[in-house]
């Protein structure tokens, strides 16, 4: 079974562009949930998709956006971007439920010059 | 509001020797907790969780931990250490009531097993 995809591995932007991450879950896992680690602020919760809709949001401006496609996969999206962005940022599936696990993908490094 | 406490930034122990790390959590409702651990330029690799039922719970590589509800913590051990576990380790809580995936992760554990 495949695990969870994160494309691209790595990105270099500068400031003030935009940036779009993708994700694809496990196989029929229908959470999808975004992080920023960062070494100052560590894991820190983005948002969380469910079946194409957004169910719980992190304490990030509105520059980060997100969205879930119907095949649950992902995309998250940075506008306007800032050198804070700067981070590694990690998508988790799950199955959604109460007890479910989070799978975690490598991640995408994200680098803003 | 959930939140979990490392208070260890690092930890050094010797190969062979047991390895603790400690975490520490409060959480309103029922806690769900894991451990996670991540090498170098890698994602979050499960390691265990804590639901309900025996508080002494079995994970991947070795790996164990202990829930102890009177000291709101939830220690991760193994008897015997390799070189191969020095990385870096997260505690997690989830609130299990609310269904939802979100992950409070505390600021991390640093393990480095010297041969």
């Known amino acids: 079974k495949a695990g969870v995809t994160q494309t691209p591995r790595y990105l270099i932007k500068t400031r003030g562009q935009q940036v779009t991450l993708s994700c694809s879950p496990i196989?029929?896992?229908?959470?999808v949930s975004w992080y920023q680690q960062t070494p100052g602020q560590g894991l820190q919760f983005l948002f969380e998709?469910?079946?194409?809709?957004?169910?719980n949001k992190g304490n990030f401006p509105g520059r980060f956006s997100g969205r879930q496609f119907s095949n649950s996969r992902s995309e998250m999206n940075v506008s306007t971007l800032e050198l804070g962005d700067s981070a590694l940022y990690l998508c988790?599936?799950?199955?959604?439920?109460?007890?479910?696990?989070?799978?975690f993908g490598s991640g995408t490094q994200l680098s803003v010059l | 509001a959930q939140s979990v406490a490392q208070p260890e930034d690092q930890v050094n122990v010797a190969e062979g020797n047991p390895l603790t790390v400690k975490c520490t959590y409060s959480?309103?409702?029922?806690?769900?907790l894991f451990w996670y651990v991540q090498y170098p330029n890698r994602g979050l690799q499960f390691l265990l969780k804590?639901?309900?039922?025996?508080?002494l719970v079995k994970g991947s590589y070795g790996f164990e931990a202990e829930f102890n509800k009177s000291q709101t913590s939830f220690h991760l051990k193994k008897p015997s250490a390799l070189v191969s576990d020095s990385a870096l380790y997260f505690c997690?809580?989830?609130?299990?009531?609310?269904?939802?995936?979100?992950?409070?992760f505390g600021t991390g554990t640093r393990l480095l097993v010297s041969p």
């Open positions: 988790a599936s799950s199955l959604g439920t109460g007890k479910a696990k989070l799978f």
């Open positions: 196989s029929g896992h229908r959470s």
């Open positions: 998709y469910f079946s194409e809709t957004q169910r």
């Open positions: 959480v309103s409702g029922n806690p769900y």
């Open positions: 804590y639901i309900t039922g025996d508080n």
């Open positions: 997690a809580v989830r609130d299990m009531d609310t269904g939802f995936q979100k992950l409070v």
